[in-house]
Nanobody
């Protein structure tokens, strides 16, 4: 069974960088045909796909967040990470990591989800 677990600080100060890690079990992040993504859900708004990474480490991002977003990985730990720079209170959201077999922004096409982690941007 594939499981994903987000971890990271729940509170980030404005202008700082938000950093989250997703630990994957039951599958390898280097396996072909898999896409590993970050998705967030701001309060009162719809889910927002942020970016993804494929098996060879290649990344792709939501154009609206691309200038502030970076996704990296640690294959030795089977983890992939999100960094979002210059955060503002608008970045307050529940952040999810998720897995799919295609590059997609459609919620229904993600096969596996982490439980989500609340991140609040506040001073």
């Amino acid at each position: 069974q594939v499981q994903l677990q987000e971890s990271g600080p729940g509170l980030v100060s404005p202008s700082q960088t938000l950093s989250l890690t997703c630990t994957v079990s039951g599958a390898s992040i280097t396996a072909s045909d898999d896409h590993w993504s970050w998705i967030r859900h701001p309060p009162g708004k719809e889910l927002e796909w942020m970016g993804g990474q494929v098996h060879d480490g290649g990344t792709y991002y939501n154009p609206s967040l691309k200038s502030r977003t970076s996704i990296s990985r640690d294959t030795s730990k089977n983890q992939f990470s999100l960094q979002l720079s210059s955060v503002t209170p608008e970045d307050t959201a529940v952040y999810y990591c998720a897995a799919s077999t295609v590059a997609t922004m459609r919620e229904s096409e993600y096969n596996y989800w982490g439980q989500g982690t609340q991140v609040t941007v506040s001073s």
